[in-house]
């Protein structure tokens, strides 16, 4: 794609993509980064809140649904990829910094970013020598190299990203399970020429490879220590907390790693003794244990609801203690062409035009929780139009005689009946399908809403596209963050249809158009940044052409931070607090 040398190009492609975002610090935590302990709104937005290195106590998460996977072969929520880093690290990783900062990428188990050779597709990486996991025994990279094999296989691990298997020059090679190879190393595409070297070969030049380098995928798993699927139970640490008690579906703590050596790992700070989860936990009951201070951390970050949002901000001492992060992340609604009468473009736009835009924003909070989407990119991202194809600022309510004709078209003029797919443990989910059920329903398009778990929906329903087809769920609540902040990190994993798999998994099951997967080859091939994010905006506009998704909010999100938290701050990498970096007042 580029010409440049690879890292000043990521380097560059990074700054590109702060200087639009115009929100938060530029600085990372050190003696020149802005702190405070004076609680404010927004204290913990671009600076660092009530800054403390002192270590000790149980930091304690909670979380209203189940983990997708504690796997890191087999993740995909944002939450768990911020989470991750407390037992496993990657090649490289985001900066633990405030604000924009935390979009660079640092080096983590690898001694610098990639070294790239062959026009992109060549791209190596040495790691810290004398690196040890929890148990003992020595990381290699060979290590790496496995975790990377087990990703490709999507039918043990249906839930990570394909961007390796979209890129490495595989050869055929689909899982290690299926390798006899000393190791279960077969995969040519990476080599391991020692134990401190890796070699990744791809397919096709990419140029930001080193964000592929941050995924879960190459976190070292022991080949001798694999069971597969089961391996979540027993994962072996390569971070500075171990796991200590694991209750599949209750709960899980970790707890120190003894064998972690902090003099290899310059960025995490490890303040607590003991890190501590609960699942399962009703999202109205973890914003009362927030508010009385009996928990720390809502892990999914997915911001208070709306009635506590309400609480906070008319009580000044409440609001003090809260902040509204901003997102690459847009909260929106599937609409499956696989589900008759959905498989015509009419009837897809029928619910485009009748949505009430309004209502979709207040599900999620109304002014804290975002504005009204009109397309799929969100504005901070390079390449975002801000392009409104069906008008719906004009119509926020939704347009009614719009829909009745599209209605008309597709040959549905009393309308039709449709099941819409939400997660149970999401009450904003939930809020979001009553408001299409009202707003539909004014032209004749029933919704029945249908709830799922959401440690499982995308692996087993509203990612599976023969149960997504089998049960009618035309409509799919569905929220996505950008991998990245650029074009590529953001758009590839939920409009290309080439990455849409039997096993489940999928983030994409609606957007299924050859002229966007051609788009999307152009944009890799375009060397010109400018040039490559209007191609960005392009593959955004055909989409939306396409009717294939209903874009609802442009997400930002109301965090509360309890008077015990210390050193947080909002990470624009993940889109809420920096995770790795939190610690808790003992006194």
Same mark, same amino acid.
């Given at each position: 794609?580029?010409?440049?040398?690879?890292?000043?190009?990521?380097?560059?492609?990074?700054?590109?993509?702060?200087?639009?975002?115009?929100?938060?610090?530029?600085?990372?935590?050190?003696?020149?980064?802005?702190?405070?302990?004076?609680?404010?709104?927004?204290?913990?937005?671009?600076?660092?809140?009530?800054?403390?290195?002192?270590?000790?106590?149980?930091?304690?998460?909670?979380?209203?649904?189940?983990?997708?996977?504690?796997?890191?072969?087999?993740?995909?929520?944002?939450?768990?990829?911020?989470?991750?880093?407390?037992?496993?690290?990657?090649?490289?990783?985001?900066?633990?910094?405030?604000?924009?900062?935390?979009?660079?990428?640092?080096?983590?188990?690898?001694?610098?970013?990639?070294?790239?050779? /062959?026009? &992109?597709? #060549?791209?190596?990486? $040495? !790691?810290?020598?004398?690196?040890? +996991?929890?148990?003992? %025994?020595?990381?290699?990279?060979?290590?790496?190299?496995?975790?990377?094999?087990?990703?490709?296989?999507?039918?043990?691990?249906?839930?990570?990203?394909?961007?390796?298997?979209?890129?490495?020059?595989?050869?055929?090679?689909?899982?290690?399970?299926?390798?006899?190879?000393?190791?279960?190393?077969?995969?040519?595409?990476?080599?391991?020429?020692?134990?401190?070297?890796?070699?990744?070969?791809?397919?096709?030049?990419?140029?930001?490879?080193?964000?592929?380098?941050?995924?879960?995928?190459?976190?070292?798993?022991?080949?001798?220590? /694999?069971? &597969?699927? #089961?391996?979540?139970? $027993? !994962?072996?640490?390569?971070?500075? +907390?171990?796991?200590? %008690?694991?209750?599949?579906?209750?709960?899980?703590?970790?707890?120190?790693?003894?064998?972690?050596?902090?003099?290899?790992?310059?960025?995490?700070?490890?303040?607590?003794?003991?890190?501590?989860?609960?699942?399962?936990?009703?999202?109205?009951?973890?914003?009362?244990?927030?508010?009385?201070?009996?928990?720390?951390?809502?892990?999914?970050?997915?911001?208070?609801?709306?009635?506590?949002?309400?609480?906070?901000?008319?009580?000044?001492?409440?609001?003090?203690?809260?902040?509204?992060?901003?997102?690459?992340?847009?909260?929106?609604?599937?609409?499956?062409?696989?589900?008759?009468?959905?498989?015509?473009?009419?009837?897809?736009?029928?619910?485009?035009?009748?949505?009430?835009?309004?209502?979709?924003?207040?599900?999620?909070?109304?002014?804290?929780?975002?504005?009204?989407?009109?397309?799929?990119?969100?504005?901070?991202?390079?390449?975002?139009?801000?392009?409104?194809?069906?008008?719906?600022?004009?119509?926020?309510?939704?347009?009614?005689?719009?829909?009745?004709?599209?209605?008309?078209?597709?040959?549905?003029?009393?309308?039709?009946?449709?099941?819409?797919?939400?997660?149970?443990?999401?009450?904003?989910?939930?809020?979001?399908?009553?408001?299409?059920?009202?707003?539909?329903?004014?032209?004749?398009?029933?919704?029945?809403?249908?709830?799922?778990?959401?440690?499982?929906?995308?692996?087993?329903?509203?990612?599976?596209?023969?149960?997504?087809?089998?049960?009618?769920?035309?409509?799919?609540?569905?929220?996505?963050?950008?991998?990245?902040?650029?074009?590529?990190?953001?758009?590839?994993?939920?409009?290309?249809?080439?990455?849409?798999?039997?096993?489940?998994?999928?983030?994409?099951?609606?957007?299924?158009?050859?002229?966007?997967?051609?788009?999307?080859?152009?944009?890799?091939?375009?060397?010109?940044?400018?040039?490559?994010?209007?191609?960005?905006?392009?593959?955004?506009?055909?989409?939306?052409?396409?009717?294939?998704?209903?874009?609802?909010?442009?997400?930002?999100?109301?965090?509360?931070?309890?008077?015990?938290?210390?050193?947080?701050?909002?990470?624009?990498?993940?889109?809420?607090?920096?995770?790795?970096?939190?610690?808790?007042?003992?006194?």
């Amino acid at each position: 794609m580029k010409r440049r040398p690879a890292i000043a190009a990521l380097a560059a492609a990074t700054a590109f993509a702060l200087a639009l975002t115009g929100c938060g610090s530029s600085t990372s935590p050190s003696s020149s980064t802005k702190t405070s302990v004076t609680p404010k709104f927004n204290a913990a937005n671009g600076a660092i809140f009530n800054p403390s290195t002192k270590k000790g106590g149980t930091l304690t998460y909670a979380n209203s649904g189940d983990w997708d996977n504690l796997d890191p072969a087999d993740t995909y929520y944002g939450y768990s990829w911020n989470f991750i880093r407390y037992y496993g690290r990657s090649l490289v990783m985001f900066k633990p910094a405030p604000g924009d900062a935390g979009t660079q990428l640092v080096p983590d188990l690898a001694t610098s970013l990639g070294q790239s050779s /062959d026009g &992109g597709k #060549t791209w190596t990486y $040495h !790691i810290r020598p004398g690196l040890k +996991y929890s148990d003992g %025994t020595t990381i290699t990279t060979k290590d790496i190299k496995y975790d990377v094999e087990r990703t490709l296989d999507k039918t043990v691990f249906p839930n990570g990203p394909t961007y390796f298997n979209d890129f490495l020059d595989l050869q055929g090679y689909t899982t290690p399970y299926k390798d006899n190879t000393p190791g279960r190393l077969g995969l040519k595409a990476i080599e391991t020429p020692d134990d401190n070297t890796i070699i990744f070969h791809l397919a096709k030049p990419f140029s930001s490879f080193d964000y592929f380098a941050m995924l879960p995928a190459t976190i070292p798993v022991p080949e001798a220590k /694999d069971t &597969g699927a #089961t391996y979540k139970t $027993h !994962i072996v640490s390569s971070g500075p +907390y171990m796991f200590d %008690t694991y209750v599949p579906g209750k709960s899980f703590s970790l707890k120190r790693n003894p064998n972690w050596d902090p003099k290899s790992d310059p960025y995490r700070t490890a303040l607590p003794d003991e890190i501590s989860v609960k699942l399962n936990v009703n999202a109205e009951e973890i914003d009362r244990e927030l508010l009385n201070g009996t928990l720390d951390v809502d892990v999914a970050s997915g911001g208070v609801q709306t009635d506590t949002q309400a609480q906070i901000v008319n009580d000044p001492t409440k609001k003090s203690r809260a902040d509204l992060a901003p997102l690459a992340r847009l909260w929106y609604t599937s609409i499956n062409s696989d589900v008759a009468p959905l498989n015509n473009i009419d009837c897809r736009k029928a619910v485009e035009l009748a949505a009430d835009h309004d209502g979709f924003l207040r599900a999620f909070g109304g002014t804290y929780g975002g504005v009204i989407a009109t397309s799929m990119m969100p504005p901070i991202l390079p390449g975002a139009t801000k392009a409104d194809p069906y008008n719906f600022l004009a119509n926020k309510n939704g347009d009614a005689n719009a829909a009745k004709q599209e209605l008309q078209k597709c040959g549905q003029p009393n309308g039709f009946t449709v099941n819409m797919a939400y997660r149970a443990e999401r009450p904003k989910e939930k809020a979001e399908g009553e408001a299409l059920q009202q707003s539909l329903g004014k032209v004749g398009i029933h919704v029945n809403l249908k709830p799922y778990p959401q440690g499982d929906y995308y692996k087993l329903y509203a990612g599976k596209p023969d149960f997504a087809k089998a049960n009618d769920l035309g409509l799919m609540a569905n929220g996505w963050g950008a991998d990245w902040p650029e074009g590529f990190g953001y758009l590839s994993q939920i409009v290309d249809s080439r990455v849409i798999r039997a096993t489940g998994g999928n983030s994409n099951l609606s957007v299924k158009d050859p002229k966007v997967d051609s788009m999307i080859d152009q944009a890799l091939q375009t060397t010109d940044a400018s040039a490559r994010n209007q191609v960005w905006g392009q593959i955004d506009a055909q989409v939306m052409s396409d009717a294939f998704v209903l874009p609802g909010v442009w997400a930002s999100v109301l965090l509360y931070r309890p008077p015990a938290l210390t050193n947080v701050y909002v990470n624009n990498g993940f889109g809420g607090y920096d995770f790795m970096s939190l610690g808790v007042n003992t006194s």
